[in-house]
């Protein structure tokens, strides 16, 4: 068969092809997307972006309390690992749940600022995957707590936090803490989260 004779074979196909195309773009977006997924597997690259999570986020509402705002449990227990971030002065305001040995449930942290900082909601992430609570001496439960992390020059650090930004999470707090359990799982699902 002959070259010619072999693409005007396709020709009929490739009308279709294009009248489909034409007619349903997400198809076309579709087809590059699972082009571009089958080459990655075959080339064996991998996502390196973790899943969301399958079900909801605050797995057992109900087993949930909320933690006062500033409350003096649970408190970070101390280790080597610091909240690390290249940049002078950031804040960040976040809610998520410890459970009673005092790990942090981690697909729970939720942002609470508007507009964060990108490379510090990176940093405070990384630093909360990895951090352990004690409820000492109160008794342990799974708590939903709400805290500011913040890094600033020695002369800044009187604004990681302001009088206005307390009692806004303070209020925040309260609010949460008169919310049903399925309030509450509602509230933290439309937040913005970790990866």
């Avoid at 939903?144 to 307390?166: E, F, K, N, P």
């Amino acid at each position: 068969m002959s070259r010619r004779a072999r693409s005007n074979s396709f020709a009929p196909l490739s009308r279709l092809c294009s009248g489909l195309l034409l007619r349903m773009p997400n198809l076309a977006i579709r087809l590059a997307t699972l082009a571009i997924s089958l080459t990655a597997s075959a080339l064996g690259c991998h996502h390196v972006r973790s899943p969301a999570p399958a079900g909801p986020r605050l797995l057992h509402p109900e087993d949930v309390d909320v933690v006062p705002f500033a409350s003096l449990w649970p408190h970070r227990e101390a280790d080597a690992r610091g909240l690390r971030y290249p940049g002078s002065a950031a804040r960040l305001s976040v809610a998520f749940v410890v459970d009673r040995d005092g790990g942090v449930e981690y697909p729970t942290i939720s942002i609470i600022d508007s507009h964060p900082n990108a490379k510090f909601v990176e940093s405070v992430c990384n630093y909360l995957r990895y951090a352990s609570f004690s409820w000492e001496p109160h008794e342990p439960m799974r708590g939903l707590v709400v805290m500011s992390y913040g890094v600033a020059l020695v002369r800044d650090s009187a604004q990681l936090l302001s009088h206005s930004d307390h009692l806004q999470l303070s209020k925040l707090t309260e609010t949460l803490a008169s919310f049903s359990p399925t309030e509450l799982s509602e509230w933290l699902e439309a937040r913005r989260h970790c990866r």
